[in-house]
């Protein structure tokens, strides 16, 4: 997927309302992504009636038909619209429900401003802010799951690749029963998570022995293996082919 979706953002707003106003129907020329933090916001979209609250977002295209109705009670909501270098790769749908995670909420946080000026190169940290959180709904997309616990916990996993890590750690972390931990990631995922943990390792590990930047051995260090044997005996199952081999027929090429 092309980094940057975002070729121009033309409206920017962060809006906290008594109530919201109305939009009268338009055909959009441009994509529209409409997420509330609080309250709810009533829409026809191609005549079809969404309500999305807290959480919840609209993500239309050119060429949808959007109305909104005059909202009734207090909301905060926030609205971009952009065109997009990359459109065919946005996967998508209209309605995005609870797709709004911690992460996109601390972005916005971090970019104060309501509306779209002039100055301090407001367009530009809008479009990077925009380009972020759509990066982030497209990897939350792909995962097979929407456990928030499972999303979580892959996260982790991620962002402490080069840890060791069992099970019981990372439920620990999240305050969780080990044989909860361990069902529901099973049956989100499709494979037990110290399975997927290793397999993330080995991945990581195969693009450094690629590049050509590290020993093997310090490639085991580096990724938290307790000894290379086990280290080689892990990449061979999830890769198929021993680190050692993987180097050799690099180097032959």
């Known amino acids: 997927m092309n980094s940057y979706i975002v070729s121009n ?24 992504f409409t997420f509330v933090l609080s309250g709810s916001l009533t829409y026809f979209i191609n005549g079809e009636k969404i309500v999305i609250e807290n959480g919840d977002a609209i993500f239309l295209r050119p060429g949808d038909l959007r109305r909104r109705e005059e909202g009734k009670a207090p909301a905060h909501y926030v609205s971009f619209n952009f065109q997009s270098e990359s459109g065919k790769m946005l996967p998508f749908d209209k309605f995005l429900k609870k797709c709004i995670n911690e992460e996109i909420r601390r972005l ?26 759509l990066l982030e709904l497209y990897d939350l997309h792909k995962l097979r799951s929407t456990n928030e616990h499972v999303i979580n ?20 972390h999240f305050h969780l029963s080990k044989e909860h931990t361990s069902y529901i990631f099973k049956r989100e995922m499709g494979l037990p998570l110290v399975s997927y943990i290793n397999e993330q390792k080995s991945l990581l ?36 082919v021993t ?8 180097s032959a090429q």
């Open 108 to 133: 916005i946080s971090v970019y104060p401003p309501s509306h779209l000026v002039e100055r301090f190169h407001s367009k530009e940290k809008c479009q990077n802010i925009l380009n972020y959180i």
């Open 9 to 32: 953002v033309s409206y920017y707003c962060n809006r906290s309302v008594i109530h919201s106003l109305p939009l009268e129907e338009k055909e959009l020329d441009y994509y529209d």
């Open 243 to 250: 680190p050692l081999k993987l180097k050799k027929n690099k």
């Open 205 to 240: 590990a195969k693009n450094i022995i690629l590049s050509g930047e590290m020993a093997l051995s310090d490639i085991s260090d580096y990724l938290g293996f307790e000894n290379y044997d086990y280290f080689s005996k892990t990449f061979k199952k999830y890769m198929g």
């Open 153 to 172: 916990i892959i996260k982790y996993i991620d962002e402490h690749i080069t840890e060791r890590m069992s099970l019981c750690d990372i439920a620990e």
